[in-house]
């Protein structure tokens, strides 16, 4: 029985693009960014739809919904399933919500079937995951899992200076249930890839083992300001020197743990940032990630050591500060093999991904077992409202997330 289990994959087509209506973007993409009046109205519409599924809807105090399809054991654990539907302010129609509304399909074709499951199915929304408005991203999975608390969340400010708790209020989404209570037998999301891996290599499904772990290091030059005409080679103390060979040395590094591992200077500030001036000071801040806590601390070290030494060579002063930090996560083993299992039962193309970015799913790994399916985008676009993927990609994706939620959620009879 199970293997003949399908999504209807012109219903969640045309549910994503329903969705996409509400918080329109400039080009076709959304703008529905997080506690916004038009984040309300999407969880609205989404909460009509479970209800209309049958579900019962629950929301905690960080304003995370779930939509609850019972199951035949009353004290079997639930599985849970979703991702967000908050977007970034210039995003795309799929990011996040392809998850969510690809579990509530999931729902919508277990009624359909007439399948019942011994453990209850939980559809998610999680808040505010992408950390635009409300920086960081990935907030209420974040406290849900212990990694925040629930008052540090509440008093985070946007730009305007009103709060996460006060925006929850507003929009009528703050509920009464205890962040992180919830027990889980497992966890299930399914993203777009946000990369071109699965595209290029003409794969229906990435089966996600791994998320890279990251570290962020400010590191501050200081040199002398002098004229770049006048100043002669032998007596220049060049911060912007520095900043260059670290450049080329923190890309060696992630080069020195490929293929899994990089490195990148995305932030710079030079200054006093005159075409006529050396750089008497830079500060910029070093990124580097990989799936393996060794690497990544080897990676850091490498870092600290190499650029003390730069910095010396050069004469220049140095200052190191880590301004941002994430563990690599590995997804649970049980769980990420359902999810090989699935995509192999239903004969697409798979490959094992490591992911890039972060997601609501590299948290709840931490208290429940976790797995993440992924499919392609176009081109690897995404945070763009260009960002697009195809009907039959979507619908691969869910259907592997439907046989693994469902292989997890045991079907009775
Ligand atoms: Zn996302």
Known sequence: MESNLRINGDRLWEALHQMAEIGPGVRGGNNRQTLTDADAEGRRLFQRWCEAAGMGVGIDKMGTMFATRQGTDPDALPVYVGSHLDTQPTGGRYDGVLGVLGALEIV?????????????????????????????????????????????????KDAEGKTVGEELERIGFKGEEEVGARKMRAFFELHIEQGPI?????????????????????????????????????????????????????????????????????????????????????????????????????????????????????????????????????????????????AERLGYSHRNLISGAGHDACWINRVAPTAMVMCPCVDGLSHNEDEEISKEWAEAGANVLFHAVVETAEIVG
């Open 108 to 156: 919508r074709s277990l009624n359909d079937l007439n399948v019942k499951t011994k453990h209850p199915i939980v559809v998610v929304n999680w808040t505010n995951e992408e950390g635009t408005r409300f920086a960081p991203p990935m907030l209420a999975s974040g406290v849900f899992a212990g990694v925040h608390t629930l008052d540090w969340a509440y008093n985070l």
């Open 198 to 342: 699965l595209e290029a290599e003409g794969k229906d499904i990435g089966v996600v083992t791994h998320g890279q772990g990251l570290n962020w290091t400010e590191i501050t030059l200081i040199g002398k300001e002098s004229h770049t005409g006048s100043t002669p080679m032998k007596m220049r103390v060049n911060a912007g020197l520095g900043m260059a060979r670290i450049t080329e040395l923190v890309d060696k590094i992630a080069l020195e743990h490929a293929p899994d591992a990089v490195g990148a200077i995305g932030h710079c500030e030079v200054y006093p940032n005159s075409r006529n001036i050396i750089p008497g000071k830079v500060v910029f801040t070093v990124d580097q990630r990989s799936p393996d806590k060794a690497v990544m601390d080897a990676m850091e070290e490498k870092l600290q050591q190499g650029a003390r030494r730069i910095a010396e060579e050069i004469g220049l002063q140095i200052e190191m500060q880590r301004v941002g930090h994430f563990d690599p996560v590995t997804f649970d083993e049980a769980c990420v093999t359902a999810v090989r299992n699935a």
